[in-house]
């Protein structure tokens, strides 16, 4: 099954409030990997992490890899209607191929 | 360059019909694999591939087969379509050194449905 979950589930935010999505698995991570999914799209790439306690910065977007590197989360600072869709983490637990998490949804209220 | 490319974009079958998704990609990535979206369950593995002539199982891989006679081909084959196999499915690639270490690039997805 899956080993690498991921919560909240869904997420209603208001437009300009901010937005957190935490990734956990019980072993290691060799690295980390987040996607983004629009209604009705495909998963598009956002960042990978590899380093334990690795921060990484997309303009409003905040990726950071814990330094158990067993967790990582993403965090979206004042969000947009854009930012609307589905967030997974993936990752390997392990010697295994890349896990998905079940992903966040993400509602926007403008 | 077409990216990840997937036939049909939407497929309604009978149970116990057969039928092939494909999936091709043009980056000469070695890395393919495929997965199965249902609402609530993310992204489940079914079968992935490191190369041509190599593929192995993933999460889910009951009631499908896969092949991978050449780099840009990987298709999904149903044998015996059943009501739990309606599903969206995406085939993905990357690159290979690491192969699944690297960005996963999507196809559009097919939207199977099993009546």
């Known amino acids: 099954g899956q080993q690498v979950m991921q919560i909240p589930q869904y997420q209603h935010v208001q437009e300009g409030e901010d937005f957190t999505t935490y990734c956990n698995s019980s072993?290691?991570?060799?690295?980390i990997q987040w996607y983004k999914q629009r209604p009705g799209g495909h998963p598009v790439f956002l960042i990978q992490l590899v380093k334990s306690g690795e921060v990484k910065k997309q303009k409003r977007l905040t990726f950071q890899f814990g330094e158990a590197k067993k967790n990582s989360s993403l965090h979206i600072t004042a969000t947009q209607t854009t930012d609307v869709g589905t967030y997974f983490c993936?990752?390997?637990?392990?010697?295994?191929?890349?896990?998905f998490g079940k992903g966040t949804r993400l509602s926007v209220i403008a | 360059n077409a990216g990840v490319t997937q036939t049909p974009k939407f497929q309604v079958l009978k149970t116990g019909q057969s039928m092939t998704l494909q999936c091709a990609q043009d980056?000469?990535?070695?890395?393919m694999s495929w997965y199965r979206q249902d609402p609530g369950m993310g992204l489940r593995l079914i079968h992935y591939s490191v190369g041509a002539g190599i593929t192995d199982q993933g999460e889910v891989p009951n009631g499908y087969n896969v092949s991978r006679s050449t780099t840009e081909d990987f298709p999904l084959r149903l044998l015996s379509a059943a009501p739990s196999q309606t599903s969206v499915y995406f085939c993905?690639?990357?690159?290979?050194?690491?192969?699944?270490?690297?960005?996963?690039?999507f196809g559009p997805g097919t939207r199977l449905t099993v009546l």
């Open positions: 993905a690639s990357s690159y290979s050194l690491g192969g699944a270490y690297n960005e996963q690039f």
């Open positions: 980056m000469n990535h070695e890395y």
């Open positions: 072993t290691t991570l060799s690295n």
């Open positions: 993936a990752g390997h637990p392990g010697n295994t191929p890349l896990v």
